[in-house]
């Protein structure tokens, strides 16, 4: 009995080199697994080839390729989403500056809407505006006329009646005549303009009056309350006729029992 496994026999010849037994077989199985240790040693820490610029693996090489078509088919689109929000949302990139064709008619869309939102949410403010600007320039013509009536138009009269101007001492009537100077102030209304101006302003007022009238007539009988409500129906009228405007009359001339009727006294 051996006392220790270091006094057992040698299977290999240190002196020949080579196995006692089988050394051909013996010698092909630990080259075998040499070669196995290693490519699981060299696929463990290599992957791609950089001199050929290649996966090793050809499935790999070939799924690589395939993602690499489709990362370049949206190297665009990637790009433009890399952008800030301002630039994507550029009218640049809604249309084409040289033929104004839409390029991303939903982006237009939004850009459209967003315009519509920005006018409507002024369009309160315009309208006041416009009527604060209306009722400004009534106020500022009212001004400017009460301004110029204020004075007495013989003021310029009597600046103009010697017929001639004081400066150029040209006459407003030669052959090379001065040229007056405009009247900033009215003449003071006849007596017959008075009584035309308040006989327009009493038909306009009849007018506007008989035309509320009928109107109103008119919406009795389109809400049908002349036919079985009770009430008698209103006939059909001429809006527009009751609605035109009279011509001006002399209203000396006026009749229809008229509580404006001037009185005119007769010698």
Do not use: C
Not at 117 to 126: G, L, N, P, Q, V
Not at 172 to 190: N, W
Not at 202 to 208: A, K
Request: net charge positive; hydrophobic share 25%.
């Amino acid at each position: 009995k051996l006392r220790s496994i270091t006094q057992q026999p040698r299977d290999y010849n240190v002196l020949s080199n080579k196995y006692k037994r089988d050394h051909e077989r013996r010698t092909a199985e630990e080259d075998e697994r040499a070669r196995r240790r290693a490519a699981e040693k060299f696929w463990a820490t290599h992957d791609y080839n950089i001199m050929t610029q290649e996966f090793y693996d050809p499935d790999k090489e070939a799924q690589f390729q395939e993602l690499k078509k489709n990362a370049e088919a949206e190297h665009t689109t990637r790009a433009f989403n890399k952008l800030p929000p301002s630039y994507q949302k550029g009218e640049g990139y809604v249309y084409s500056i040289t033929n104004f064709s839409v390029q991303n008619p939903e982006l237009y869309r939004t850009y459209e809407e967003k315009e519509k939102r920005a006018i409507d949410s002024k369009a309160t403010r315009w309208h006041r505006e416009a009527e604060i600007v209306e009722k400004a320039e009534e106020r500022a013509a009212i001004e400017t006329t009460r301004s110029s009536m204020r004075p007495s138009h013989n003021r310029y009269e009597e600046n103009t009646s010697h017929g001639y101007d004081i400066i150029t001492t040209k006459g407003y009537h030669d052959r090379d005549p001065a040229s007056k100077p405009p009247a900033r102030t009215q003449p003071k209304p006849t007596a017959m303009e008075n009584l035309t101006t308040s006989a327009n302003s009493f038909w306009q007022t009849r007018s506007t009056m008989t035309a509320s009238r009928f109107r109103a007539g008119a919406d009795g009988m389109g809400s049908g309350r002349g036919a079985g409500g009770g009430e008698a129906a209103v006939p059909p009228l001429d809006i527009d006729r009751a609605t035109a405007q009279p011509p001006p009359q002399n209203p000396l001339e006026m009749t229809g029992g008229s509580s404006a009727r001037p009185s005119v006294r007769t010698g």
